[in-house]
């Protein structure tokens, strides 16, 4: 079952204007970035992107922001990036907070058909407003529903011709709830490889999880907060 | 005297038990991490998906593909291992960390919490602390006593959108250690050389002071 | 001539589609995957934990540690993956399974299927089959059309306890190819040479029976 | 931190009367065998096992069966074992079964702090009997609670001093969810190895929630459907 595609443009067909998109990442780390270069060029618009976090100004998922291409964030955690704050505190941008738990959980619940858990994350704050609330074992919580996209686009470190994924270190983060969500879902992976070439035994993301893959050209992995310790 | 945020660290890191997995939130939380006592053994878990976590990486040796939740780069000690972010907040939400370290804007005296937002001026969004707060069984605030106006964060309520309702049971600041119980701030320790009074006249909620405050020992 | 098991499968193998992931259930659907139509690639996936199982080992190289959901021993193809019970069933409750293929005791014309329980005679227990049939878009039953006692077991009404309500599309037996819509059973082929009148006698559900029944062509 | 007790005894240490246990396992593959045999040994009674099968007459759970140990078994299948069928229509052993998928995925949930979610299986039949329906885009779901332990017993291929664990092809099956249920969990292993020797890219289960590994002494590894074909 071949899922390969040539390049990102193949990759990305049949995204567009106002559809909602899951893009994997924590930060700059294990983002898609030659898919997210291919959408700034494909100029779509309105879009809502579901991701943990919205890049910075010049990379990432901010690439988007400046492009005026998205219509809503939905994500955890949004600090970091003037351009976010600028659309969002004039009103241009629409954002969803989510707890990141539950920001996980409920992608994962979207690929795994359950549409919706209790959690205690959130309760009594404004992320409960218009939640179900009920008690387990003495403790409140609140009623979250699933979450899926048209498209997930996730990034791997390797992966093979039938879709199979492995991610390395804390490069995973999102990518693998996200591919479960998609209706389609989008692998770009540094290393493509044959089928049969990688253990069954260590696939993070299985293959039926991912409709088109591609190697992408180049990664260029910025890292957000470079902290060093000094030989002693 | 007061504490210096290195002060903060030491004290909280006199918390650690051993055999325990702990996160620490971004700033002087992850400080702690530097002071843990001899004889405890400890596993550093951050939310975006590792265990294990060891110091920052020699100069040149970064790697992007392995950061922590703050985004620092870092390294990983021998028996680390990598998940996916629903695993790691299952590990949170399950209570298998036994121990959140975090930093707050304001806490109140029922336990609440607020630090992530604040209305019309700045919102990063709540990150992992909604669920952190939200799961752990042992919640310890780092923060300073009053903010920079002077005002006390250290509440009978809360002013700011909360984080979490009830979650916190103890507070280290630059002058003292709190304990919170039956909705009143106790008062367990206070920093070398502060007094008593000095904390009761920065403490806005409810303050329970015992006949005698012992002083910390760093 | 009514058909035999292997026909049964054949005729069942020939609803593949190409790029379809498909679950079979034990007995005549793990038949199903001798008859793959040339041109037609599916993965096949066993709800304790593989995708991409391959045919059974050679004598000698059996695995324990590698089975399916029917307790076989089995091998994997290149491209095969392994993963736990909970991703398992999230793949087949999240509808990334295109096809599933299952036996059944009873078949009711509004889709119910009763597979798991005679009550005060046998419960061996449902295993996956309620997630299997409460998820998959596309169920396909396999079995024969009549009891041993030459009772039918397509039902106006299933009179076993249910595993599942309104799920299942179409069923495959030795006699005939019926879909379900509309709360009826739809006859859309028969088995070579055998006749309506036959298929008529042998279902208790009501059947729609169409001016022209093609035969089947294995 | 090491977690290594010296042998089954030490490592089922606490394990009571009346407890509840999660053995993990699908048939007779992958099931936690060294600490079974210490089971019987031990003679706990009236226990509660929540495991997919319940073995074979003379292997696996069926050892505990047959011993009388059991007071209930929660499980998805239970076929092929004589003594079980005996004891549970004779009214000896109380059973709950539980479709496989719903199960797998209360015993994640009692390991990641979901009290409750929404799924589709077991609605309109006897599973959903008192428990609540609710309908999600045009599809009836019940509610179902998570599942927890005293303790959870699984059996890994490999592990390491600080509880990683590894398993091996179909052998994973309900190890990995079950070991998150736990409040104490068990972990024997093929092969034990010192901390750093695993790839912490590759680890099943990580070591956070197990409390006590051990080697196993012999793995006997039954085969309940030995299933091959002839060399053409």
Known sequence: ?232 | MALDKTGIAKRIAQELQNGWYVNLGIGIPTLVANYIPEGIEVEFQSENGILGMGPFPFEGEEDPDLINAGKQTITVRAGASFFDSATSFAMIRGQHVQLTVLGAMEVSQNGDIANWKIPGKMVKGMGGAMDLVASAENIIVAMMHSNKAGESKILKACTLPLTGVGCVRKVVTELAVLEIRDGKFHLIERAPGVSVEEIISKTEGDLVVPEFVPEMTL
């Open chain 1, 1 to 232: 079952m071949n899922k390969v595609v040539k390049d990102p443009a193949a990759a990305l067909e049949g995204i567009q204007d106002g559809m909602t998109l899951m893009v994997g990442g924590f930060g700059l780390c294990g983002i898609p970035e030659n898919s997210i270069a291919q959408l700034v060029q494909m100029g779509t618009k309105n879009l809502t992107c579901i991701s943990n976090n919205a890049g910075v100004d010049d990379f990432g998922l901010g690439l988007l922001l400046q492009a005026k291409q998205v219509k809503k964030m939905v994500s955890s955690y949004v600090g970091e990036n003037d351009e976010f704050e600028r659309q969002m505190l004039s009103g241009e941008l629409e954002v969803e907070l989510i707890p990141q738990g539950s920001l996980a959980e409920r992608c994962r619940a979207g690929g795994a058909g359950i549409p919706a858990f209790f959690t205690p994350a959130g309760y009594g704050t404004e992320v409960a407003e218009g939640k179900e609330v009920r008690v387990f074992n003495g403790k409140p919580h609140i009623l979250e529903n699933a979450l899926t996209a048209d498209f997930a686009i996730v990034k791997a470190w390797k992966g093979d011709t039938e879709g199979n994924l492995i991610y390395k270190a804390t490069a995973r983060n999102f990518n693998p709830m996200m591919a479960m969500a998609g209706k389609i879902t989008i692998a770009e992976v540094e290393e493509l490889v044959p089928a049969g070439t990688l253990d069954p035994n260590q696939i993070h993301t299985p293959g039926i999880f991912v409709q088109r893959i591609f190697q992408g050209e180049k990664f260029e992995k910025r890292i957000e907060q470079r902290t060093v310790r000094t030989k002693q």
